[in-house]
Antibody
Framework: QVQLVESGGGLVKPGGSLRLSCAAS????????MTWIRQAPGKGLEWVSY????????YYADSVKGRFTISRDNAKNSLYLQMNSLRAEDTAVYYC???????????WGQGTLVTVSS | DIQMTQSPSSLSASVGDRVTITCRAS??????LNWYQQKPGKAPKVLIY???SLQSGVPSRFSGSGSGTDFTLTISSLQPEDFATYYC?????????FGLGTKLEIK
């Protein structure tokens, strides 16, 4: 069955960096676009970033553009989010999700919590 | 960016009730509208994609309709497991924006 497992979250100081990983299994990873979505504590959902099957086409929310980098390794069935220059407002649970052709997100991981605080 | 306005923001209803949640886009998004259900502490789950297509495994009491700018999610007969927060999301263009959510509570 399809599984997405995020890791790499934790506590980081403002201005710091963190790299999130998402391990995929149960489907042909290279056949799908993938995305990151986040949810601040007690708040709604915010789309963060999106990558094409090959990783050649990337999109970002304005709130993270220039600070975050999405990437993927199809040989390792893994998706990544490199987060630099972190701010308090980046504190959230970060989810990876699989993207269908309709661009809905059909499978989600369990999420990993990133806390940016001094 | 396309803004998604959901209403109501919260709703109290009883088991067996018919419930409708609406979502309005700030510009036409054709049928690129998806609905998600989220329970506390869990990841969201897609219910409806492309405005009216029921995701595999989702009960048929859930339905979606609309196109252009106005969309609805209907639950025909509320079940206890349906009490959750519901989000609409446009997938017409990046950034893929979500509505602020509708929290469905037990009356």
């Amino acid at each position: 069955q399809v599984q997405l497992v995020e890791s790499g979250g934790g506590l980081v100081k403002p201005g710091g960096s963190l790299r999130l990983s998402c391990a995929a299994s149960g489907f042909t990873f290279s056949d799908y676009y993938m995305t990151w979505i986040r949810q601040a504590p007690g708040k709604g959902l915010e789309w963060v970033s999106y990558t094409s099957r090959s990783g050649s086409t990337l999109y970002y929310a304005d709130s993270v553009k220039g600070r975050f980098t999405i990437s993927r390794d199809n040989a390792k069935n893994s998706l990544y989010l490199q987060m630099n220059s972190l701010r308090a407002e980046d504190t959230a649970v970060y989810y990876c999700a699989r993207v269908l052709s309709s661009r809905c997100f059909d499978y989600w991981g369990q999420g990993t919590l990133v806390t940016v605080s001094s | 960016d396309i803004q998604m306005t959901q209403s109501p923001s919260s709703l109290s209803a009883s088991v067996g009730d018919r419930v409708t949640i609406t979502c309005r886009a700030s510009q036409s998004i054709s049928s690129y509208l998806n609905w998600y259900q989220q329970k506390p502490g869990k990841a969201p789950k897609v219910l409806i994609y492309a405005a009216s297509s029921l995701q595999s495994g989702v009960p048929s009491r859930f339905s979606g309709s609309g196109s252009g700018t106005d969309f609805t999610l209907t639950i025909s007969s509320l079940q206890p497991e349906d009490f959750a927060t519901y989000y609409c999301q446009q997938s017409y263009s990046t950034p893929f924006t979500f509505g602020l959510g509708t929290k469905l509570e037990i009356k």
